[in-house]
């Protein structure tokens, strides 16, 4: 009596499902598209808080503060209920005294009860030969940990309609005075503004 047909058919059929399978993934624009940066740029964020004395050099103040705490340190190890409202100078090294690119103005409120984190709502308000603009940033910064990311959620100007992610991590701590930040900005959607 000669083999069956029957095996070799339900092999045909699954080698021909999985390779339909294949290219429908290869054609999910999610799967196959490599996400390449449209701009990038990096700038030190320079933050000094207020602590009673330094009145004329702060660009950063306490102005929500869990009960009985007071508006000069942050309070708890954790910091949880500080809300700080800053305008803060951005610049392309890390000098504090390096003639600015911009400016963060915006708030971060911590806001995790077990680490020390912060939810981040700000603009970068770009004014240079390089960069006319703003950038919009919100997102949890995780400040333990070495880099964070928030997202990049629209921008004017030099960069109308532009999203990204940007990249945090922390490049300088003297105390609750002041600290830096190097932010690595990946724009990913970056849109032309055309005037008629």
Known sequence: MAPSPY???????????????????????????????????????????????NTLNATATIVGEPDGANKTSLAGPIRFGDLIAFDNPLTDDNNLRSPPVGRAQGFYVYSNKKEVAAWHGFSAVFNSTKYKGILTFAGLNMI?????????????????????????????????????????????ECWKLVNH
């Open 7 to 53: 095996p070799v058919n339900v092999i045909l059929i699954c080698i021909s499902l999985c390779l339909l399978a294949g290219c429908s993934a290869a054609q999910d624009p999610y799967r196959r598209h490599v996400h390449r940066p449209c701009k990038k740029l990096v700038v030190y964020y320079h933050e000094v808080r207020y602590n009673g004395s």
């Open 144 to 188: 333990i940990t070495p880099t964070r990311h928030i997202s990049v959620i629209g921008g004017t100007d030099d960069f109308f309609m532009h999203r990204g992610i940007a990249s945090f991590t922390t490049d300088a701590v003297e105390g609750e005075v002041y600290y830096r930040l190097r932010i690595e900005i990946k724009l990913y």
